[in-house]
């Protein structure tokens, strides 16, 4: 019943390590970099926003507008246009590495919302009992808001990695290389099917087990709900 | 302690401006325990605000600890001014993530005392509370009346000189707010911290204050010493029946 299965793994097997090496590769360096500049910005969408304890929507609805930009544009739109400005960056608009630029612009702006999302659930008086404690604005950040939003944070952060999981499989178009540049060379144009098969169930395999341990994180460090 | 002369405060809505406090003047004085009174937006909150340095007055003058306060004040000056004092909120405002230890020592934490000895110092007033055998417990595990001792207990960490009060027991039911009146007693008794208790129910700062600000409409519409009462009523089930023989 699974002969098609074995089949193409002895076939394949080789070739699917490195597609899925290299797409974990994209997706590390770019949630690397969506998680520092995408948690800043998310921290300025929450705290400076209009009402927020450190308004300033001097820079809140720049960035604000900037993250609806990014996301309003289809990713499959946003490599294309991306090229040049990769091209300028690292000579070549091709491949992994240029294909980790608009992974990072795209994971950024999602990450930005998250951690807003995140943030925005915190109880607002947590805000006025650290200015009554004569916090700093970073002890605000560091001691209250980043350990009350922590579970919710990692929840956020498991479900970028996924989403860029999902768009890696997009750069194929621009020979980005990874899974999904494998699952659309032979699964697509050279109608592979068991190949494709293969592949959608390596990569939900992969995405239930990066969900199961976020959660799994997320829950180990909530204390709002534990004893 | 704390001076206000002559203070406004105004907050802009969709509306327009709308007034919360005109022209405001007394003096809060050491080792007393001022009551705050009035209906919902006399502006109970937005005095509080201001004496506890949350808020700017629009107009007039503050003066904390004998040094004037106004919008130029540099935030570390104020921040520093701030830690003469602490607030305890009506909805305990605990951090849930941290355990009621962790929670006391907080504000020691902020002004980067060493973890030992902030440590000590939040046990010994956990005990002061009652609540040293919960050192370990977080936040959740607790009733209303347990998180608010927490809280008493981590606003008595830094020994402020001025303790806030913002409506504490307005989330409680009457047997644990005659506790946690009780322990506001005690906390008074033993560190002789001024206190200034914003109060819906005129029972509580009956109970609690030596003098009530009475505010109606953003004006003092009295203030001065009252008539104390030493008992705190709680009213049982059985009290409030007109026939019980059914």
Not at chain 1, 69 to 96: D, E, H, K, N
Not at chain 1, 151 to 162: D, R, W
Not at chain 1, 203 to 221: D, E, K, P
Request: charged share 15%; net charge positive.
């Amino acid at each position: 019943m699974f002969d098609w299965l074995f089949d193409t793994w002895s076939r394949f097997g080789g070739e699917i390590l490195i597609a899925f090496a290299e797409t974990y590769y994209m997706v590390a360096v770019a949630f690397g970099i969506s998680l520092v500049l995408g948690t800043a910005i998310g921290m300025v969408l929450s705290l400076c926003g209009r009402g927020a304890p450190f308004e300033n929507q001097a820079y809140s609805l720049p960035l604000s507008v900037a993250v609806n930009i990014i996301r309003s544009v289809p990713f499959i739109l946003l490599l294309i246009i991306m090229a040049p400005f990769a091209r300028l960056m690292i000579g070549t608009a091709y491949g992994i590495y240029a294909s980790m630029i608009s992974l990072s612009i795209v994971g950024t702006a999602n990450v930005s919302r998250l951690v807003e999302q995140a943030i925005a659930d915190i109880n607002p008086q947590l805000f006025q009992t650290a200015h009554s404690m004569g916090a700093k604005r970073y002890q605000v950040i560091w001691e209250f808001v980043l350990v009350e939003a922590k579970s919710s944070l990692i929840l956020g952060f498991t479900s970028a990695i996924i989403s860029l999981i999902a768009y890696s499989t997009v750069v194929g178009v621009i020979a980005g290389g990874g899974i999904g540049y494998l699952a659309l060379q032979e699964g697509f144009y050279m109608w592979n099917q068991p190949l494709m098969w293969v592949i959608i169930l390596l990569m939900i395999l992969s995405v239930q087990i990066i969900q199961l341990t976020g959660s799994a994180l997320a829950r180990m460090v909530d204390k709002k709900g534990k004893s | 302690m704390i001076t206000v002369n002559s203070v406004s405060k105004s907050f802009t809505t969709k509306a327009g401006s709308v007034s919360a406090l005109k022209d405001i003047s007394f003096a809060i004085t050491p080792g007393e325990i001022l009551g705050i009174v009035g209906k919902s937006g006399a502006g109970k909150t937005t005095l509080l605000r201001i004496l506890s340095l949350q808020t700017i007055p629009d107009e007039g003058q503050l003066r904390f600890q004998g040094r004037e306060v106004d919008r130029n004040a540099h935030p570390a000056s104020l921040r520093e001014l701030v830690q003469h004092s602490a607030t305890v909120f009506q909805g305990f405002s605990l951090v849930y993530n941290r355990t009621v230890l962790e929670n006391t020592a907080l504000p020691l934490k902020l002004r980067g005392v060493k973890r030992s000895v902030r440590e000590a110092k939040a046990m010994e007033m956990l005990q002061f509370v009652g609540l040293d055998n919960r050192a370990g417990a977080y936040p959740i595990t607790l009733s209303g009346g347990e998180a608010q001792r927490v809280a008493i207990a981590r606003s008595l960490v830094t020994d402020p000189a001025i303790l806030f009060l913002d409506e504490p027991t307005s989330a409680l039911d009457s047997r644990t707010t005659r506790e946690i009146l009780d322990l506001l007693k005690k906390t008074h008794q033993t560190y002789s911290v001024t206190m200034v208790l914003v109060a819906h129910h005129i029972d509580v700062v009956r109970y609690m204050c030596d003098r009530v600000l009475f505010l109606e409409n953003g004006r003092i519409a009295q203030l001065g010493p009252i008539k104390k009462s030493t008992e705190f009523h709680i009213s049982k089930i059985d009290d409030i029946w007109v026939d019980c023989n059914v």
